[in-house]
C-alpha cells in the first residue's frame, strides 16, 4: 500500500490548504487545529482558492492535540511558525513513529539542524511554499496566488519518501517539485523575506509593491547581505537572483508578506527564524551584513515595544 497516512500538525493557512491538496489526491489526512478545533470538527476547513474555487475540506481525523493521535502517520507535516517559544522537536516527538517520515513547510534559514539532531535516524524533508495564502476566520482560508512547492531531504538529496510526497501533490494538481539543493534554495527564499517581511511590518504596513517601488535600492543592499552570508555558508547564490527577486515583486500583485499578517494580528513574527538566524550565520562566517543586521535590530526593538 503507498504510504498515504498524513498528519499535519499547525491548522493555519499552509497546513490547511497543502493538507486539502493531499486530501485531494487521496491521502487519509489528520489535522491536529489548535484553536479551531471545535468549528473544525463541525463544519471542516472552507478553502476559498483563486484556483480550484471555493470547496469544503474535511479531515480525515481532528485532533486536539498531538498526543491525541493514535496511529502511525507515514508523514508528519510541521506547518506552525517557526517561533523561538515553540519547541518543534518537542511537538513532533509524540509522534514521530520509527517509519515517519518528517516534513516541515516553514519560513527561515538554519533551521533544519534542530530536527535533524533530533531525529538522526528519521528522513527528514524540508518544505518551502511559494504562495499567498491567509486564515481569515476560524476554518477558513483564502487562497490569493501563486502555490508552488518545492521539497527536498535536508541531507540534500531527492530521496523516495520526497518523490512520493511530491507526487501526491501533483496528483491533486498542485505545482510541486522535488530539489536536491534545498538548503540553498531556503537560502535564495530568504533573499526575499528578509527584505520584505521586516520592512513590511516597520513601514506600518504597506505592501510588497508600495516597497519595492519606492525602496528598490535597500531592498538590494539586503538582499546582498543575505546572499554573501549564502556565499559563505557554502551555497552558491548568483548575483543575478537579486534582480530576479526584485523584478518579480514588480510584477507580483500587491500582497502583504505573512510577517505583516502577524504583526496587525498582534501574533509572534518569526523575527528570529528569517533574520536572526541570518544574522547569526553572517556573524560565525565573519561576514558584514549592516543592512541585514539593521533591520534586524529594528524588529526587536518592535518586539520589545509590543510586548509592553
Ligand atoms: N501564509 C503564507 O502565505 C505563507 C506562509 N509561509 C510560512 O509557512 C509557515 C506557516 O505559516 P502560516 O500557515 O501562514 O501560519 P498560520 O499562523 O496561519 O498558522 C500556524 C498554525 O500553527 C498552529 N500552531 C502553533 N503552535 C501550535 C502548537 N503548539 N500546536 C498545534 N498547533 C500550533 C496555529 O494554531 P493557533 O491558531 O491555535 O495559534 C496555527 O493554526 C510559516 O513558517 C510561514 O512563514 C511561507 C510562505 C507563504
Ligand atoms: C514569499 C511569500 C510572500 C510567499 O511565498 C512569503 O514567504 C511570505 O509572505 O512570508
Known sequence: M???KVLIIGAGALGAFYGSLLAKAGAEVAMVCRSDY???LNTGFV???YQWGQYVFKPHQVLRTVQ?????ADYVVLCTKVLPELNRVELLRPVVAETSTIVFIQNGVAIEA????AFPEHEIISGLAFICCNRIEPGKIEHLAYGRLTLGSVKNAVSPATEQLVGLFQQAGATCVASANIIAERWVKCLWNAAFNPLSVLSGGLSTLAIIQTQEQLVRHI????LK?????????GLELIETNIANTHAMPAYKTSMLLDYERGQPMETEAILGNAVRAGQAANIETPYLA????LMKLTELRLSK
Open 38 to 40: 471545535a468549528h473544525v
Open 47 to 49: 478553502i476559498n482558492s
Open 114 to 117: 534542530e530536527l535533524s539532531h
Open 223 to 226: 538582499m546582498l547581505d543575505v
Open 229 to 237: 552570508v549564502a556565499n559563505a555558508c557554502g551555497y552558491r547564490l
Open 2 to 4: 503507498p504510504a498515504n
Open 294 to 297: 539593521t533591520l534586524y535590530a
Open 68 to 72: 491525541d493521535y493514535q496511529d502511525t
